[in-house]
């Protein structure tokens, strides 16, 4: 959303949950709107069940870590608030 140039309003009509929540955060400030009985979760990335090499485990985890990290700068990014 930030390689737009023009103003992009964002709207929650009725449930963003996870993502849909994230790119709620990532519109312009001023230009993103709640309809009052809508609802709004965000949910940080999960790791699916796995079973293998310990090694594996590991990638995951910290794969997991640095996209969690992410996701944390990108909504302190859209809402100007400190991670």
Not at 16 to 22: K, V, Y
Not at 46 to 56: L, R
Request: hydrophobic share 35%.
């Amino acid at each position: 959303m930030d390689y737009c140039k023009a103003d992009i309003y964002t709207v929650n009509c009725g449930m963003a949950f996870g993502q849909a929540a994230m790119l709620l955060s990532l519109g312009k400030k001023g230009f993103r709107a709640l309809q009052p009985n809508s609802s709004t979760k965000l949910y940080l990335p999960k790791v699916s069940k796995s079973s293998g090499a310990v090694i594996d485990m590991w990638i995951k985890a910290k794969e997991l870590e640095s996209n969690t990290e992410y996701y944390l700068e990108l909504l302190s990014k859209g809402t100007g608030k400190p991670t």
